[in-house]
C-alpha cells in the first residue's frame, strides 16, 4: 500500500503526534509520499526508512493509494485540490480543534492505521461545489467541499446579490455575503450563520445569507440538481468570491454559476464513525445533567 501524507504548517506541540503516525506506517513497511511543502515543515519529524514527494496532483495520482490529510478540516479542504477527480480516499487525522471532517484524533492513530491497513473501513462519497465563470476564476481548482461564498470587501458596508435558481429569480441578499454550501460545508461558515446541519447524501445545497439587512430573510435549502446564479449588484464595487478556504476579486458585471461537480471527494470512515456521531460529539448534544 502506497500512502501520502499531507499537512500544513502545526506547532512543535503537535510534532509528537505526527512522528507517532510516522512511525506506524514505517512499522507496517508502508511506501510514504509526502507533498513537497508539508515536508518542509516536519523539521523535527525523524524518518527511518526511504520515502518519496509529490508537488502536483498528477504525481499524487501516479504515486499514491491513500492521502492521510494531518491537520484541521481546513487541512483536509487544502488536500482536496490534489486529490480532485483521481478517486484516492482520504483519512483526516485531526490535529486540529473542531473537526468535522477530519475525524479521527491524535489518540485514535493506531486504531486508525489498524483498520486501515485491513481494509476495515467504509467510503463515503461527499459532493463537490462547482463554480462556472466567464474568465475562470479559479482555473483547474474551480471546485469546492464546503462552500461557494460571495462576500463584501469593504468591511464598512453591506453588498447586493442577486440570486436565481434554474433562472428564475429568488431574491436579492443586502447582506455582508451569501454562502452555498453543500451538506458537508453545513457544518461549517454556514452553521456560523444560522444554516442548518443538513446530512451527506440528502442532495441539497443551502443558500444562506451572511449578516442579512432584512431580518426576515433565512436560509433555504435546495436540490443539488439545480444551477444557482449568483450576480453582484451593478452599484457595488468589487466583491470577494471564496471557493473554501481560496479567493479572488470579482467585479459587479460577473455572473456567477454554481452547480454540483461531476465527480465527488471520497472520505474514509470507519465503524464506529458516522456524521450522526460526530455532530453529537463535537456539538455536545445530550452533554446536560439530566440525562
Not at 436579492?172 to 451527506?200: E, F, M
Not at 449578516?211 to 449568483?230: F, G, Y
Not at 461537480?261 to 470507519?270: E, H, M, N, R
Amino acid at each position: 500500500m502506497r500512502i501520502a501524507l499531507f499537512g500544513t504548517q502545526f506547532n512543535s506541540a503537535k510534532a509528537k503526534y505526527v512522528q507517532h503516525l510516522v512511525n506506524k506506517l514505517e512499522q507496517e513497511n508502508i511506501k510514504l509520499i509526502i507533498e513537497n511543502q508539508f515536508y518542509d515543515n516536519l523539521v523535527d519529524i525523524i524518518f527511518k526508512r526511504e520515502f518519496e514527494t509529490f508537488e502536483t496532483p498528477q504525481e499524487l495520482k501516479e504515486k499514491a493509494d491513500i492521502l492521510l490529510s494531518i491537520g484541521g478540516d481546513g487541512t483536509l479542504l487544502g488536500a482536496i485540490t490534489f486529490v480532485r477527480d483521481s478517486d484516492i480516499p482520504i483519512l483526516g487525522i485531526n490535529t486540529g480543534t473542531l473537526g468535522f471532517i477530519s475525524s479521527v484524533s491524535t489518540d485514535q492513530i493506531e486504531y486508525a492505521i489498524n483498520h486501515l491497513l485491513k481494509g476495515e473501513y467504509n467510503i463515503k462519497q461527499r459532493t463537490l461545489l462547482q463554480l462556472e465563470s466567464e474568465n475562470n476564476l479559479f482555473g483547474d481548482t474551480n471546485f469546492a467541499l464546503n462552500e461557494v461564498t460571495v462576500l463584501k470587501k469593504d468591511t464598512s458596508s453591506m453588498i447586493r446579490v442577486h440570486a436565481y435558481l434554474d433562472d428564475e429569480f429568488i431574491n436579492t441578499y443586502w447582506a455582508d455575503g451569501l454562502i452555498i454550501s453543500s451538506p458537508t460545508g453545513s457544518t461549517g461558515y454556514s452553521l456560523s450563520c444560522g444554516g442548518p446541519i443538513v446530512i451527506p447524501g440528502t442532495n441539497n445545497f443551502i443558500i444562506t445569507p451572511i449578516a442579512p439587512h432584512n431580518l426576515n430573510v433565512r436560509p433555504i435549502i435546495v436540490s443539488d440538481e439545480s444551477k444557482i446564479t449568483l450576480k453582484v449588484s451593478e452599484r457595488d464595487e468589487l466583491a470577494l468570491v471564496a471557493l473554501d478556504s481560496r479567493s479572488r476579486a470579482i467585479g459587479p458585471e460577473l455572473e456567477l454559476c454554481i452547480r454540483k461537480a461531476d465527480y465527488k471527494v471520497k472520505l474514509i470512515q470507519f465503524e464506529k464513525q458516522s456524521f450522526i456521531s460526530t455532530i453529537r460529539e463535537k456539538l455536545m448534544w445530550g452533554k446536560d445533567k439530566r440525562n
